[in-house]
């Protein structure tokens, strides 16, 4: 059993793989958080707090026993509300029919779930065994719930929280956060993570001042900007060691999540739906679902807490169907095409690449209405005549006849003015009427706040999937959300189009992933744009950026890794010089570093030598010798090119029997240093063959040795020239006893 109740102390102990999470619910009656960490006992921990009652300075709670004590500005709280002593970051607050936002939610009454209830329109984890706490308003007829998900086999906690309105009366939801957690000490610091197109995924670690810091988005598209993301850490956890906490939403609109450090030694995390232009009318009888986030918990460093995320996220959130085979190894017609995917280019394209093992073609953007280049055609999901006067059936047989499935690219959400849709409904795209939209990538957003639009994109898409065998959607969403304006709303609820839109989005993809339930799908955002763990449980996998150079890979992929699995980080090998960046990479580093995710290819298999083609076919063989470490393995960084020259991982399998370590030397120097490099996660007492096939290197050595001795990064190539700049080395490991 995972959720204990003591009766006598009303504490509650929910215990995961490694963690407790542990609260009680206070004199007061308030449900008051006591620790969350590595596993410990069920004690009583009351002695944390009762030693410092009675401090001075603090607002009263009216009418308590300890007023001018107790209060809820120093509760460590499970729950945060505005108006009665509480000054930190809440994360609730209602406006009632009053004009008051004055609520004191105390403990009603609390079930212990063996099945997890579903939330709502909304993607959340699945399995484990949930609390749902039931708090009263003392003012109202107002209840807030709150749920907490444990796992015997993951070191996670799922958390959201409903607000039930068991009144007559309408109030208005202000603010509605996920959760709220104090976690003990002042000085710890903060790991976030940058996004900026073509640059995902840069980690930054800040020490955390007093007062407020908070990563959001305004844009109803996760990772533009930043990430749902955070990891508190202390000042001495390296990326092995010490503890880390992390936090995750679950969700793809906009977010804030913040991080308060207060003045009585504890540090506050909370976050949620941005209560930035949110509100929310909440009618008498309904009830108000937040996001679920994902906290985890390790004492091993931010390796330890990303092994937590993801194992948790393999097993209990990323779609069942595909989470555990292996991915599509595709070819992708972007790069290799671009706009210009007619025929005649794609089938030397797919002709090429017969036999290399890549199992999949994926036609990009340009196939459907007038979409030749960016300016037309997007919203008209038919196939253009002008550029398959035969339909697909023709291609779709072709890649078919070479031993390929095929895959197809849509952007559901969006739309050109110069389209049909948009001709027919203007209105269905978002704007404020009276005013020119915001046009950026020359479309526009529709407005899938709006069920006829929602139900229009459903056929038009399925339609494409019924009449043509496909087996591969990749789906995009090329810009930002600006005007947040429905003109299916009342004025009253327009600040519900953020969250509205984000439901919207749900619901399309559970009706599409659902209704092709043989369909893998692919998420992709101008990159990685909207890469959140909502995306992943419908979609395995997501495009992470639009730079497919290998460089710049190495960053992108190591700082997505540290929230989501390999096997959700889609990574192709493209053309040199690369076409975000005009550098130049060695064809081998480019796969190396594509492999360490679901990897494919998107350059044009006409423009390359006969031998990169031979090597392909070594590539995807190599892929395939280790794609389950990459679908199940435990990774493992040891270095990386934000803080140094070189860029090292080990994947290891579960049972420790296999892994693989990949390194690159980014700038090749005359004279340069003996690297080492000191893999991780082996088993220190097995005997393990370490092979680099390229300079026919076989040693054998302990897990011990391999750890600690380390490996070495030859200075030249095997024919002893200089490398060269982005040279990688590649160890596989193989355990012998
Ligand atoms: C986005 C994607 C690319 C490609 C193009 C097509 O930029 O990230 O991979 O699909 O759209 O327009």
Redesign the pocket.
Known sequence: MAIYFNPETKFFYLEGKNISYVFGINRTGFPEHYYFGTRIGRDDLTYTYEANIGDSGEAAIPGKVHAGGLSYNVYRSEVSFYGNGEFRECSLQLLQKNGSRLNEFLYETHEILAEKPALAGMPSMRGGETLKLTLKDKFSEMRVHLFYTVYDDASVIARHMEIESCTDEDVKILRAYSFTLDVVGSDHDLLTIENAWAREGKPERTPLPHGIVCVDEKSASSTRRHSPAMALISKNTTEDFGPALGVNLIYSASYALKAEVGTKGYTRLTGGINDFDFTWELSAGETFATPEVVLAYSNEGIGGMSREYHDAYRKYLINERFANIPHPLVI?S??AV??GCTPERLLPIIDAVRGTGIDTFVL???WFGARRN?KAGLGDWTVSPEVFPDGLTPVIDYVHDAGMKFGI?F?PEMVNPDSDLYRAHPDWAISVPGTEPCVS?RQLVLDITREDVRDYIVEAVSKILRENEIDYV?W?F?RAITENFSRALPAGKQQEFHHRYALGLYDLCERLVNGFPHIFFEG??????RFDPAILYYFPQI?A??DTDAYMRTQIQYGTSLFYPLSAISCHTSICPNHQTERTTPFSTRANIAHLGATGY?LDTTKITPEELDEIKLQVAEYREMEDLVLHGDLYRMENTFDSNYFAVTVVSKDKAKAKVTAMRALCRPNDEHKRIFPRGLDVNAVYEVVNKEYELCLRLSGASIMNVGLVLPLKTAGGKMPGDFKTFVFDIKKVY
């Not at 992709?524 to 744009?529: F, R």
Request: with cysteine; aromatic share 20%; proline share 0%.
């Open positions: 992708n972007w790069e671009y706009f990009d953007d340009g960016d690219w952007e990538r990749k995009d090329n992709c955002a101008g990159g990685g744009g495009w950026s639009d998107e």
